[in-house]
């Protein structure tokens, strides 16, 4: 199949993963069933993740895997979730993607990656205050566009 | 993202999601979005128009949530 990643995008993307630090877990969830962009995604997925060795990438069904697509909250698809992994462990961060990251998107995927590589919100003091002891389930779901 | 950065505080509480609009419809119909970035608090009971500033965004939350 023709890539998705030409090698000059590869090779800024190799540049910007240069700041990665602990390894990252990158979990696709797809579906047979009526998924216009399940497969570019994956195919999205595949050629990040084979650009550095701290990332990995698990291949999941949402229907087939329905138990892995419960324990990460997942209810769509495509969808991408990135986690922390520690070892052996994958530890979820609560950060999912819904939906091809293509064109201004795939930035933020490649943020993110770093983001949980680093395993450090950079957030204020204030938001770290509040958000650690927030007693009941919050869900945040933030509509962006490729453009 | 922002609202990802929070999720990572609190993963066993917050779930953060970017949702791609056009691809789901009927979930952007359902909040009513119209321009991008939008982000939903909890099904709704929060919505905040645009990239607001870490500050302004947890003010939202916060007030959703209580």
């Known amino acids: ?147 | 993202m922002l609202a990802h950065q929070m999720a990572m505080e609190n993963p066993g509480m917050i779930r953060a999601e970017g949702v791609e609009a056009t691809e789901f419809p009927e979930l952007a119909n359902q909040f009513n979005v119209r321009g991008v970035p939008q982000t939903i608090i909890n099904d709704g009971k929060g919505i905040v128009v645009g990239a607001l500033p870490e500050k302004n965004l947890l003010a939202e939350i916060m007030r959703a949530v209580n």
């Open chain 1, 1 to 147: 199949m023709e890539k998705l990643l030409n090698e000059q995008v590869i090779s800024q993307i190799k540049q910007t993963f240069e700041q990665l630090k602990e390894p990252v877990q990158i979990l696709f969830f797809g579906s047979q069933d009526n998924c216009e962009y399940c497969a570019d995604t994956r195919q999205l997925l595949e050629e990040v993740a084979a650009i550095d060795e701290k990332l990995s990438l698990g291949i999941y069904d949402l229907q087939q895997n329905a138990g892995i697509a419960a324990k990460f909250n997942v209810d769509k698809a495509p969808a991408i979730v990135i986690a922390a992994k520690d070892g052996e462990q994958v530890n979820d961060f609560g950060i999912q993607y819904s939906g091809i990251p293509a064109g201004h998107e795939f930035g933020t995927l490649i943020n993110d990656i770093i983001l949980v590589s680093g395993r450090d919100s950079g957030l204020s003091d204030e938001a770290r205050d509040f958000l650690k002891n927030l007693e009941k389930p919050l869900h945040l779901q933030v509509f962006v566009t490729p453009t």
